[in-house]
């Protein structure tokens, strides 16, 4: 049996339980999953992971998000190639939506097991906050803005906004999604639109994130699951996040529908994106550790470990042949969105981590300073945009 | 007692004997009063860490923090140091707590080994160039560790020892170089140059006079590097998580990993009892060795 | 027989080869370390170092980001606050320690004691205790003073103050160690001579005293500003950067674009320009205070 | 006239320690008194006492009929000159002299008018922009004077203000303190160990052995008639010669060595001298050498052990059997080493001491 | 025989600053040199490059004919003390007189047996087991000698070994410094600012100002003919006093100064002096006075400004007109300052300057 160090940054309590399906998926083949979580977010344990790598001492696997995060250690010819396994596997035919592959896939080969799709379009609402302020659980994004006053003098907070820099960010992509619609975003973020980005769509955007602003005053939290539990515990009214966030309700014992409701695309345009977590297998010189690799990305997308894992994690499959039975109302809201084909690239896949880094730098402090004007931001962004490659 | 012939003693009256000494005279109510006000403040937070984690979390939701806990529980203790969750690893602290003391152990002493046998040369070996060096380790103490992350990753890489223990002691004896090195300079030039003089008459060379003469004059310096850098090297976690691998994680890496990994709702009795066993080490090196510290400092350590 | 002048490479051969590893230090790592990291900060180094060069581009794009701007000037008043006030908290606690007090090693003891803690401690605590939902705004408002506004990490406006709080909290002990020993240093005769004089305590302190402490201060300075340059722990863990970009600081730009954000070049333009501040500051201060004389 | 300063049974104690044990000391008006003594014997400490900058455990002080037992430093009308200088090292000569008067509120232009005397009386005009790194040893313990100078106090305190000179400085400004009391006539109290200093300065010596004064007469008293042996081989460079006997007073006073027996004709005894063992002290330069030797009522016959040219003189280490001498000769002796040389004094001149009690017969 | 110690053009500078200019000295075998002059002048410096603890930066030094100037100090066969004594504070009185020994792999026997043998000539055998914090000032130097003694060297250098004593202390040691050179017959160079020891220590002296040598001579020749003024002033306790004026060498040598006009019979000038405005010196014990006085060729009645008693002696401090001088008497004295004091020497006994080079005439 070989021992696999795999390294990770899923530590809150629904991606550790997400986790462990996939360690017991992998020690059933016989060999041993040794985990390496490192908390925090990509950020703390992405130069952890780069270190390892360059200094030739890797882990036998790591998460990241998909998309061009690992381009250059691609390059540098430093992750391996895993078209074998892929073929063996026969990936190409089960990875839906098959755009999850292509964020794998550099110069035709493929680097990656990709292992579920997050969404970031989701708008979490608590039923019972807007019970106790005595308004209609909101059914889109307007409702919503609308139900804010009720829900201030209610005591509630009516948009729960931690302050790290990428949730704002987020918020601001769901809402361009869903109120200027995704070709705007793809045009933007894809083609680098100067024009797309200075024009009265983005302005509208831009009008609707100064709302979310008035909406979000007052949230003393800095993670995003200290958010979350906010619209669990019911002292906000909903918080705009990624199903990821659905592993927290679930480990809160919350039930979909009941206790709380979920707007994919913000209820206005039904959209998700597919952006998601990949593994990727550095290049070792230890035979056996390469065949554990292989091991592993099999496992990864084989049928039981994905239903296993996503059920834990939130997130949705990769694989459109799942039976996924035990899914909850929101969970299905997704896969059915997903098999209609509603999927759009995700910021990670269309932006380098530098552009990402640069819209969270502006848009956290968007949100966070009531004195910057939604022009002056757009103009920012424009910016943002022209310099991106 | 012959010869002291005094004069008339026309003059005793008034006071005599010592000054009355109230012992709550104004100044000294001034003086123990600010005392007792400012070390209660710099208690608070030891205090609100040590109530936190013997109070139960809905105790905490209840609020006041500074409150004492109505019901003692050690479980956040317990659960802190032993069974605390990363990823899948449910271990708790225990896991790291030699760890730590793995590395801790020998970077403190490469570190001391290394900044004193400099400061040593420095002091009393000044060859030509000297001075150059020795700015620049000054220079270096200003330089965040961050920017040096990867041109050391590289570094490791290229002399093999990247991954293991050592490449961890060389990484925390690079970083401790400077202050070390200063702090010894200063002290070895304030010891007599004429002792120094003396053991090379006496025939001993660079080594001999090191290590018989300097270093055993120099125990409180000795006390000061020691405890700068136990505490350094024990709270240090970007180091320990990015030069080694997971089996040589220290204790702060789990500590990162309780306090970040937010499972719901902040266990905040989990975190500080956390904390508390993290800073147990460098705390009760405080607590024993304080006054070698002072001493330590005062003997040399600040005579520029 | 050693009639001529040996070679000026071979004097001292024992010492110079126990310098070595100082030596390597200072040249391989701060300064070869240095260079490189200049070096890159010309290329559009992404997630690897690679010699792609851009000449200025990275600093172009530094000097036009806002968050840059405020770092710098967070740096700025988080330095200058700092400085002064652990300066003047730590002498006057080493003043009032030096009273000829009855327990003093106890109130030393617990003045130093933060010390002991990283800052990632420190600022989780005073995380806590400056939340106001539960730390000391709570508490206050709950005694019934309802208006009572203490949320220093909430409120943009005043988080470096919040931030200054814990890292004086932390370090003022080991200043006021420092400066303890230098007023035990001082010469007992000048405390007679001025109390002689009829000069009061405090007059002493401020006109004699001080000016006699200078080595101190130095060693003092060179801890305590480099901690400052270095500042990142404390913000990571107490702010994270925020509220919004309000408490970030250069070591953490730093930091974000070389990790975060994959942009090594932009992270080594960022870390140059720091570099090069207290290059300007440290090397002549050092040429003077370290070279030209012989002993101390 | 009442006494300048009035010690009354002063007692200092450090924790366990008495460093003063019911101390008493008259100083006149305008005299110069020296404290002299081995190290730690307590000189210092009295002169902290008198200062005001040690509290006392026991005892009053009287400085000028006022009882200053608990006044301030300050206030007691005393300036105070130590051994380190203690000048402030960041301020101006200037600065130094004038630091004390400023915080006392003396108008500016006395201030100025005061430093200006003050200068001149130590000729350290040129100086007074200077800072104090920047002045030789000398010039700074002048400025150090200074500072009690220009403060017009009645009583100056010394505590070994030229210990840290150099021997040249030291007897040239030992002459310019001598002149400034010449002049000013103030009491001065003056610690040293250095007997030179105390013989040349003082009006009167206090010898201080343990927290307690031996004997406080003028300098001529002190080294002529010790009241003690230990202050007659304090006193006195080389050291006095003894020779240890028996003193018999019962007919002509006589004393017997174990060299040799002599008659005690023309010494002047205490009031009632009682017999018994006793020491015979001599003072090198008492003795006479040579030819002259043989005209005086005591005489030895000795060799040569060591001889120490020093120029002005010349010393020799003599003995004659085992009893040893030290003999100061001319500066232009050809005495040498091994030579015989034959000695003689006066028992006129020597001073005898009891045995047990160490006091003068 | 060659010389012990030999020093050619030696050259030190401290970066910018040269502190030894081009020095020569010699030293014979067995010699007990002092190097004597102010602070600063450069003897330690000197000391140091004998001993290799300091670079050279031109010139040689032999030791015994055997060029050092690159050697280790402890290849030079020296042994050095220091003033601060120097001692390693963590090992035993034994520990430090043995370091030496086992550093250049002494058999132990052989240590053992040189240890006791210093210890027993320095009879400190009581305390070769306590540490040098346990040890008085006296008992260390004596161990610090000790230290140099044990390592049987041809050469002991001295810096200022006995400054941090006190008087008396340094009064003894001196003499057991000088048996011991008696016994011992090694070459010392011996560095010190105080006079009595260069004087009484010294076989021959170098008078040392701003790093060059003025003078190499015995104590004799340098105290009676100094070969400069500088050297006359610095040597002797009060200094000497100077007449300024002119001496005229036309016929019979005559001095003309401010106050009086002198023939100068029987002063033994140097080889070929010329005449021209010159400093007549003449030493305060040179000086008679009071009937004695009338009996001199040169004469002035002059006015008692100060007297200082030393108990042995008297020193008065008297001028006639501008001319002031110090005069030593008699310890019996009775003189008082305002007194009227005629006073008298011998040309013989003086020596005279060169105004312009200051050079003997
Ligand atoms: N602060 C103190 N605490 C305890 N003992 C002290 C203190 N100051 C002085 N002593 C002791 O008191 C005694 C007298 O000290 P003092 O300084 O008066 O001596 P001194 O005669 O001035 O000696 P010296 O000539 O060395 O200056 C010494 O034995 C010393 O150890
Ligand atoms: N390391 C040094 N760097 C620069 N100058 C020095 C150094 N050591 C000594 N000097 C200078 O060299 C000169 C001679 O110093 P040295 O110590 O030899 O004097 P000294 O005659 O021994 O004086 P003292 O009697 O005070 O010991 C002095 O002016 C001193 O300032
Ligand atoms: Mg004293
Ligand atoms: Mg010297």
């Known amino acids: 049996a070989t021992e696999l160090e795999v390294t990770h940054w899923w530590t809150s309590g629904g991606e550790a339980a997400a986790v462990a399906e996939l360690a017991k998926a992998f020690d059933a083949t016989g060999n041993t999953w040794v985990d390496g979580a490192i908390a925090g977010s990509g950020g703390t344990a992405r130069p952890i992971i780069v270190s390892r790598i360059i200094g030739g001492d890797p882990m036998g696997a790591f998460q990241f998000n998909h998309g061009r995060q690992a381009e250059e250690l691609i390059e540098a010819g430093l992750l391996r190639d895993m078209t074998d396994v892929a073929e063996a596997e026969g990936w190409k035919d089960i990875v839906n939506p098959p755009s999850l592959l292509d964020g794998c896939t550099v110069d035709g080969r493929i680097y990656c097991a990709p292992v579920n799709i997050h969404s970031w379009q989701w708008l979490w609402l608590s039923n019972k906050a807007f019970e106790d302020a005595g308004v209609a659980v909101p059914t889109n994004w307007d409702e919503y803005v609308a139900a804010s006053d009720a829900l201030r003098e209610a005591g509630k907070l009516p948009l729960a906004l931690g302050g790290q820099p990428w949730q704002a960010a987020g918020l601001f992509n769901v809402l361009t999604v869903a109120l200027a619609g995704p070709d705007v975003l793809v045009k933007i973020y894809g083609d680098g639109d100067t024009e797309m980005a200075a024009g009265p769509e983005m302005e509208r955007v831009f009008q609707a994130a100064a709302d979310a602003r008035d909406m979000s005053q007052g949230s003393n939290i800095q993670d995003w699951n200290q958010a979350t539990n906010m619209v669990i515990t019911d002292t906000a009214g909903g918080q705009v996040m990624g199903d990821w966030a659905q592993g927290e309700f679930a480990v809160a014992g919350e039930v979909a529908g009941e206790d709380y409701s979920c707007l994919p695309g913000l209820g206005v345009n039904a959209l998700i994106d597919t952006a998601g977590d990949a593994f990727y297998f550095p290049v070792v010189d230890d035979p056996d550790i390469t065949a554990a690799q292989d091991v592993l990305a099999a496992t990864l997308l084989s049928p039981e470990t994905q239903v296993a894992f996503n059920l834990k994690k939130g997130s949705l499959p990769v694989r459109g042949d799942v039976d996924l039975t035990a899914a909850n109302d929101c969970m299905n809201k997704g896969l059915e969105i997903l098999k209609a084909g509603n999927t759009l690239p995700s910021t990670t896949q269309l932006n380098t981590e530098d552009t990402n880094n640069q819209l969270n730098d502006l848009f956290v402090e968007f949100f966070n300073d009531p004195s910057m004007t939604p022009e002056d931001a757009q103009a920012r962004y424009v910016d943002i945009v022209k310099s991106k490659d | ?304 | ?296 | 006239m009442e006494p300048s300063i009035s010690i009354r049974d002063l007692v200092l104690r450090f924790g366990a320690i008495t460093v003063l044990n019911g101390l008493n000391l008259d100083v006149k008006q305008g005299e110069f008194v020296v404290l002299l003594g081995s190290s730690g014997c307590g000189k210092s400490t009295l002169l902290n006492c008198i200062a005001g900058l040690l509290d006392v455990s026991e005892g009053q002080i009287f400085i000028n009929g006022r009882n200053v037992t608990w006044e301030e430093p300050s206030d007691r009308g005393i300036g105070m000159v130590f051994q380190s200088y203690a000048l402030y090292p960041q301020m101006t000569v200037e600065g130094n002299l004038s630091f004390g008067l400023k915080n006392a509120r003396v108008p500016k232009a006395e201030v100025q008018e005061r430093v200006a005397r003050a200068a001149k009386t130590l000729q350290i005009e040129p100086l007074l922009k200077r800072k104090p790194a920047a002045l030789s040893g000398g010039q700074r313990q002048r400025v150090a004077i200074g500072r009690a100078l220009v403060r017009d106090v009645d009583v100056f305190l010394f505590d070994e203000p030229l210990s840290n000179l150099d021997a040249k400085l030291r007897a040239d400004l030992r002459v310019e303190i001598k002149q400034l009391h010449q002049r000013l006539r103030n009491t001065m109290i003056y610690v040293t160990h250095d007997q030179i200093e105390a013989m040349t300065l003082a009006d009167r010596i206090a010898i201080m052995k343990g927290g307690e004064v031996l004997q406080f007469d003028t300098p001529n008293e002190i080294y002529n008639r010790p009241a003690s042996r230990y202050v007659a081989e304090f006193i006195g460079s080389p050291t006095m010669n003894f020779l240890e006997g028996t003193v018999d007073l019962s007919e002509a006073p006589r004393f017997a060595g174990s060299q040799a027996t002599f008659d005690l004709d023309g010494y002047s005894f205490a009031d009632r001298p009682a017999g018994g063992p006793a020491a015979f002290g001599i003072r090198p330069e008492h003795i006479v050498t040579g030819p002259e030797a043989a005209a005086k009522p005591i005489r030895f016959d000795t060799r040569v052990d060591l001889v120490e040219p020093l120029g002005s003189d010349t010393l020799a280490w003599v003995h004659a059997g085992d009893q040893s001498f030290w003999v100061r000769m001319d500066g232009q002796s050809a005495v040498r080493s091994g030579d015989s040389l034959p000695i003689g004094f006066d028992p006129q001149r020597a001073n005898i001491f009891d045995m047990q009690t160490e006091a003068r017969l």
């Open chain 3, 1 to 296: 027989m050693a009639t001529d002048r040996p070679l000026s490479l071979f004097r001292n051969m024992a010492a110079k080869i126990a310098a070595i590893p100082m030596i390597l230090t200072a040249m391989v790592v701060f300064v070869g370390g240095t260079f490189w990291t200049i070096t890159y900060s010309f290329t559009n180094s992404k997630l690897l170092p690679r010699a792609n060069f851009v000449g200025f581009d990275q600093y172009e794009r530094l000097w036009n980001s806002s968050r840059w701007l405020v770092s710098i000037e967070n740096l700025m008043i988080y330095g200058i606050c700092s400085l002064i006030l652990s300066f003047v908290i730590g002498f006057l606690l080493a003043a009032l320690l030096d009273q000829k007090i009855r327990y003093e090693d106890a109130f030393r003891t617990i003045l130093l004691y933060p010390f002991a803690l990283s800052f990632i401690v420190t600022g989780l605590v005073w995380q806590w205790i400056l939340n106001p939902d539960f730390g000391i705004q709570f508490i206050v408002r709950s005694m019934g003073w309802e208006s009572f506004a203490f949320d220093p990490l909430y409120n943009p406006k005043i988080v470096i103050f919040g931030v200054l709080i814990a890292g004086l909290w932390q370090g003022t002990g080991l200043i006021m160690v420092l400066m303890l020993a230098g007023l035990r240093g001082i010469d007992q005769e000048i405390w007679k001579a001025s109390r002689v004089d009829g000069i009061p305590a405090w007059k002493t302190y401020v006109f004699i005293v001080i000016p006699m402490m200078r080595p101190v201060f130095i060693t003092t300075l060179v801890i305590v500003a480099s901690g400052i340059v270095r500042l990142y722990d404390l913000i990571v863990a107490q702010t994270g950067g925020g509220p919004g970009l309000a408490s970030e600081v250069p070591a953490k730009y730093v930091y974000d674009y070389m990790f975060q954000g994959q942009n090594l070049g932009q992270g080594f333009a960022a870390s140059t320009m720091m570099l090069l501040a207290v290059a300007v500051v440290i090397i002549p201060w050092a040429m003077l205070e370290f070279g030209g004389k012989k002993r101390g």
């Open chain 2, 1 to 304: 007692m012959p010869d002291v012939v005094l004069e008339p003693r026309t003059l005793v009256e008034g006071p005599s004997g010592p000054k009355p000494k109230k012992r709550l005279s104004r100044r000294n109510i001034m003086i123990y009063g600010t005392l007792i006000v400012i070390c209660l403040y710099y208690l608070l937070p030891l205090y609100v860490m040590v109530v936190t984690s013997l109070k139960g979390m809905p105790e905490i939701r209840l609020g006041n923090i500074f409150a004492p806990p109505v019901e003692i529980t050690f479980e956040p203790w317990v659960k802190a140091w032993a069974q605390a969750c990363t990823g899948l690893n449910c271990e708790g602290l225990s896991r790291g707590f030699w760890n730590s003391v793995r590395i801790t152990i020998p970077s403190v002493l490469a570190s001391i080994v290394i900044a004193s046998v400099n400061g040593y040369a420095l002091a009393n070996w000044r060859f030509k160039g000297a001075d150059l060096f020795f700015t620049i380790l000054i220079f270096g103490a200003f330089i965040p560790y961050q920017v040096m992350l990867y041109p050391i990753v590289i570094l490791l890489r290229e002399i093999g020892l990247y991954g293991t223990l050592w490449g961890l002691v060389i990484v925390h004896t690079i970083f401790g170089m400077p202050i070390l090195t200063l702090l010894f300079r200063n002290y070895f030039t304030s010891l007599p140059e004429e002792l120094f003089k003396a053991a090379r008459v006496d025939g001993a060379r660079f080594w001999g006079i090191y290590f018989r003469i300097m270093v055993p004059m120099s125990l409180p310096i000795f006390v000061v590097a020691m405890i700068l850098q136990v505490t350094g090297i024990w709270n240090d976690f970007l180091f320990g998580v990015v030069y080694t691998k997971p089996e040589f994680y220290p204790m702060t890496v789990q500590l990162n990993n309780i306090v970040n990994s937010v499972q719901g709702v902040k266990e905040y009795n989990v975190n500080m009892a956390a904390t508390l066993l993290t800073g147990l080490v460098p705390l009760i090196i405080y607590f024993v060795s304080g006054k070698l510290f002072v001493r330590g400092i005062a003997a040399g350590a600040v005579k520029g």
